[in-house]
């Protein structure tokens, strides 16, 4: 199994900054892909940014150049800097690893709890 813990979220203004940072613990062989989605109030929970194991991202168009997804492989962590938060941005920002564990010896989709990201305007 693994487990994925999110930390750093919280209250901020708009225009602030929020840095969010997701370690992943476990019976891990390897990591893969690993992203941040993120769930509004009263909306399905949308794809925010991924980052592959060597380092390529993807980031849905509303946070280009304000959000930056970036990973420690040797740490099994990601972060996602936030820069210039709208109030369109809060919502519970949920960390998902596709990774590999000695059991089973295949990859899969694993998700943490969540941490909620609210940003006043």
């Known amino acids: 199994q693994v487990q994925l813990v999110e930390s750093g979220g919280g209250l901020v203004q708009t225009g602030g900054s929020l840095r969010l940072s997701c370690a992943a613990s476990g019976s891990i062989v390897s990591i893969n892909d690993m992203g941040w989605y993120r769930q509004a109030p009263g909306k399905q929970r949308e794809l925010v940014a991924t980052i592959t194991r060597g380092g390529s991202t993807n980031y849905v168009d509303s946070v280009k150049g304000r959000f930056t997804i970036s990973r420690d492989n040797a740490k099994n962590t990601v972060y996602l800097q936030m820069n210039s938060l709208k109030p369109e941005d809060t919502g519970v920002y949920y960390c998902?690893?596709?990774?590999?564990?000695?059991?089973?010896?295949?990859?899969?989709?694993?998700w943490g709890k969540g941490i909620l990201v609210t940003v006043s305007s």
């Open positions: 998902k690893a596709n990774a590999m564990t000695i059991v089973p010896p295949i990859p899969m989709d694993y």
